[in-house]
């Protein structure tokens, strides 16, 4: 096995995306994009807040009421996980995350309690499409 092939995956599918307000996480920890990934369909995409700008959110969701998310699929060097989830605040915990080709990464997931007011945006399919679409209202 390389040493590549050994390094944790993490999917990233909200502000941890290329580009955004969140993503400096992962660059300043030596993150590498290994590409485009999209969950099992068990899982709802969320908009949550109140405020500008909404904040994305990973629920999973029982097989029938889930879609594929998109996102990023990242290798991390050593304790570079271990860093990140220092990071993470409630509601959001890293967590395991299925892909749609079966394999299971890290994620950054919403707990499901947290999420009574949020807007279901899963059906655009991934959080840069939801920025694109509320830009364009």
């Known amino acids: 096995m390389s040493s ?3 390094m ?32 099992e369909p068990s899982y709802r995409l969320l908009a949550r807040g109140t ?4 904040k994305p959110g990973l629920v999973e969701v029982a097989r029938d009421g889930g879609t594929s998310i998109e ?8 304790g570079a996980l271990e860093e990140l989830a220092t990071l993470v ?9 299925r892909l749609r080709d079966g394999r299971v990464v890290h994620g950054y997931l919403c707990d499901a309690a947290a ?12 959080w ?6 509320s830009a364009a209202e």
């Open 89 to 97: 605040r409630a509601p959001i915990q890293l967590g395991q995350v």
């Open 71 to 78: 996102g990023e699929l990242y290798t991390l060097p050593g």
């Open 8 to 39: 944790p995956l993490l999917l990233a599918v909200g502000n941890h995306l290329q580009g955004l307000s969140r993503h400096f996480e992962l660059a300043d920890r030596g993150a590498r994009l290994v590409g485009t990934a999209w969950t």
């Open 51 to 54: 405020e500008t700008p909404l």
């Open 4 to 6: 590549v092939e050994s």
């Open 128 to 133: 840069r499409a939801f920025l694109n679409d």
């Open 115 to 126: 999420i009574a007011d949020a807007r279901d945006v899963s059906h655009l399919g991934g």
